[in-house]
């Protein structure tokens, strides 16, 4: 099959501006399928690697957060057929590493071993790297097998594409990571896209209190809607505030920061009670240096966890948040507030810069 071209967002260098063109696909190879995308959430990853937070090899197509319909299968892959709808999985698990052999697949030492890949060309025949392995800032992409998933029964596609990011993150954050309980009170730092799939998931997890916190304003209805039962305005009494809010003034049992700032992680894990947890979801830069103190530390005994991907398991996870989507649990058209094309994105980058909106979702 000769290569065919589909219009893509190209970062062709760290810092300059997404542009949407034509790019040249080639035939889908052995292991390798290749899909139409229906929908594809804007990611806060996204955004960090067209400004160098995170870095993966350039020129790329980004996006990683995708669903759509399979059109192709290459010489040895059976676990999807042609006309599957899937979910894009940016973080696939080799199965060989140490870490797939504790089972801890989201710490896969070769998650990533596909972002060096030429996936594609662009019109002028320059090498496309695929951002985070899938490069769903396209309407076509072609992948590894093992980063789609078959998306379970009754799950409309542009619902599957917010799993394979924000909702295994926020959701692994909550039940995976903090393991919150059924009674327990927790405090969400930062409403985006993951703030927000945190929301519900501490709502499904039972939570008692959930505080959401937010530098603006306007975020708080979202909250609330999500599960909110308090909303406060960031700024730099947040952390008394929370506690006031709480129980005999204890502070939180669980926060979860979804910001990746080091004054957020500080005032996350100074709201939570003695014997509190936080967990840090946000990916901020090596330039948000955290500092404590030793003895409090000790009095406060606390705990501090890192979440990489929710610490979940696509293939075991997806069934149960779809479980969750059937039953009305969990509603993710509520966490989109702009449906644009792929020329919105850049906008959609300046939106999360000002703090603005949920998720961003690109529909095909
Ligand atoms: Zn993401
Ligand atoms: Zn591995």
């Known amino acids: ?101 504790l089972g801890e697949v989201w710490l896969c030492a070769n998650a990533l071993s596909g972002a060096g890949d030429v996936y594609a060309r662009t019109a002028d025949g320059t090498d496309l790297h695929p951002g985070l392995n899938v490069a769903a800032f396209a309407e076509e992409t072609v992948v590894a097998a093992n980063c789609v998933l078959p998306v379970p029964d009754g799950i409309p596609l542009t619902d599957a594409a917010l799993l394979g990011c924000a909702v295994l993150t926020g959701y692994g954050a909550v039940h995976h990571s903090a393991r919150v309980r059924a009674g327990e009170s927790v405090a969400v730092f930062g409403v985006g896209g993951v703030g927000l799939a945190v929301l519900q998931s501490a709502r499904i997890a039972g939570a008692g209190q959930i505080v959401a916190v937010d530098v603006s304003p306007e975020k708080e209805e979202l909250a609330r809607a999500a599960g909110a039962t308090d909303f406060v305005i960031a700024s730099q009494t947040t952390a008394k505030e929370i506690r006031k809010l709480t129980g005999a003034a204890q502070g939180v049992d669980v926060a979860i920061e979804c910001v990746g700032r080091a004054v957020t992680i500080r005032t996350a894990w100074d709201s939570t009670r003695r014997g509190g947890r936080t967990t840090v979801v946000g990916i901020g830069g090596k330039d948000q240096q955290v500092t404590f103190n030793a003895l409090e530390i000790f009095h406060f005994g606390r705990t501090l966890s890192g979440c990489v991907y929710g610490n979940s398991d696509p293939a075991r996870d997806l069934p149960v948040l779809a479980e969750h989507i059937r039953a009305g649990r969990l509603d993710l058209g509520s966490m989109v507030t702009e449906r644009i094309g792929l020329d919105g994105i850049p906008a959609a980058f300046d939106n999360m810069l000002a703090g603005k909106g949920g998720r961003a979702l690109v529909v095909f």
């Open 1 to 101: 099959m000769a290569r065919t071209r589909v219009r893509a967002a190209v970062l062709s260098a760290v810092g300059a501006p997404l542009e949407i063109t034509g790019i040249d696909l080639p035939a889908t190879g052995p292991g390798r399928v290749r899909v139409r995308l229906a929908a594809a959430g804007v990611c806060h990853s996204d955004l960090s690697l067209s400004n160098g937070t995170m870095r993966v090899p350039v020129p790329a197509v980004l996006g990683h957060e995708g669903a759509g319909t399979v059109v192709s299968v290459g010489e040895g892959v059976t676990h999807v057929a042609l006309g599957d709808p899937v979910v894009l999985n940016w973080a696939p698990s080799c199965g060989d590493c140490h870490h797939c052999g």
